[in-house]
């Protein structure tokens, strides 16, 4: 269990730094090709992003490092159920704080994050 902690909790810096540099690469290395983005659409439905989709959006993000923005990560929570994990982070990529649900399954022995469902405010 120690080392799955470990483990994710690495995962969730990853996260963090690919978030600030809003690194495409970097994410794609720890989000599974199949997994999805979910959130709450323009409309006030559910929206639903493949994440290649959602990568495409994050290289024509303006990074936070470029804003000269800075860091406000937290690990909020972690909770580890055999080859299933939920770490829920929160972030800031300016104008906005963002919550983040990652659910994650350990493939081969790898935590990667099969779905993300977020939330957002100013």
Request: proline fraction near 5%; glycine fraction near 4%; charged fraction near 25%.
């Amino acid at each position: 269990m120690d080392t799955d902690v470990h483990a994710l909790r690495a995962l969730a810096q990853t996260y963090f730094d690919a978030a600030y540099d809003m690194d495409a690469g970097k994410f794609a290395s720890i989000f599974h090709p199949a997994s999805s983005v979910t959130k709450i659409a323009d409309d006030g439905d559910i929206g639903v992003t493949p994440v290649a989709t959602w990568l495409a959006v994050v290289r024509s993000t303006k990074a936070p490092k470029q804003q000269g923005a800075e860091r406000d990560d937290q690990i909020l929570s972690i909770d580890v159920e055999r080859d299933l994990a939920l770490l829920k982070l929160k972030l800031q990529i300016p104008p906005r704080h963002v919550t983040d649900l990652l659910s994650c399954l350990k493939v081969n022995g790898t935590w990667t994050i099969v779905q993300k469902v977020m939330t957002s405010k100013p």
